[in-house]
Every structure is written in C-alpha cells, then in structure tokens.
C-alpha cells in the first residue's frame, strides 16, 4: 500500500464515512469562496473532494475524474489570464495590462486582510487598475474605461466559469454519495 493510500485511509479512520463528507462538503464550500476570489483556486480545491471519496469509500470512474480534474485545472490557469485578456480585447494598451493585473493583486490582498469584507475591492481592483494604468499612460478616458470594462468583463467571466465548475463537482459529489444507497 502506497504512503497515499495510508494517509487517506488514516482520514477515513479518525473522521469516519460521515466525517469523510462532512470534510469533503467543507472543501467544496471553500472551493465557491476561492471561485470569486483569486487568492484562492476555487475549483481545484473544490476537487480535493472528490479524491478525498475516491481514494477512501467510493471510487469515480477514470472519466469522471480525469474529465473534472481537467476541466478544474483549465479554468483555474485561464482564470488568470482572463481580465489581461478582456483588457487587451477591449482595445486595452501594455498600461491597462499592467494596471489591471495590478488592481487584481491589490484586490485580492485587501479582500484577504480584511477577512473577506472587503470584497468589493476584489471586484473594483482590476477595472480600477486598467482604468488607472491607461491614464497614466496618457490615454484618452473612453480608451481608459473601455479597457477597464474588458478588465472586468474578463473577471467577472472566470469568477462564472468556476462558479459552474465547482459546481459540477458538487453535483459528481453527490451522487457519488447517495447513488449506491
């Protein structure tokens, strides 16, 4: 038996079938959290999950997984490039790039130290930044807000994506679960 096998298995030991959920509802939860903030990788913490089951009580077929595993890993690098993305779409320049991947971090940053209630910093930040950095670019203020609604756009398209994304997990989660009662 692998060190992985032993590992899960001492999970399933002290937590139990029913504690084994319960932790696995927790990652999901957690993984819609991380779906509208970028500190956190939502739907790859959301699959956590599903291994978790797979690994100890019950298995899901080789598709499922593969299929989930793909689909969570996608988005969660696209995520990233979604907003320079919407900037450059938009008619952005290299400063609303900049800005707008600025204004993301420092969203992010804010949101995370302020224990979450700064959220609508996380939404402002990247369309404040590509906003900002094509001003400072001396570009004109339609330009400006055209790159920062591309900027926007673009987060607001990901935070979507793995919204439906962690979703799916739940779903697979689920019936994993309750199917074989």
Known sequence: ???????MQEILNHSGEYGLYFIGIL???VGYIGS????LPGPPIALIAIYLVHFTVNPFST????TLTILALSLAVLDYFLPVLGTKKFGGSKSGIR???IGLILGAILTFMTSGFGIILLLIGPFAGAYL????AGNSHKMALNSAAGSFLGFLLGAFGKIVIVTIILIAYLYNIFAPL
């Not at 038996?1 to 590992?7: A, G």
């Not at 509208?36 to 500190?39: F, N, T, Y």
């Not at 598709?63 to 593969?66: A, E, P």
């Open 99 to 101: 800005g707008s991947t």
């Open 133 to 136: 950095g094509e001003k400072y």
């Open 63 to 66: 598709i499922v997984l593969f």
């Open 27 to 29: 990652f999901i939860g």
């Open 36 to 39: 509208v903030m970028p500190s």
């Open 1 to 7: 038996m692998s060190t992985f096998s032993l590992i």
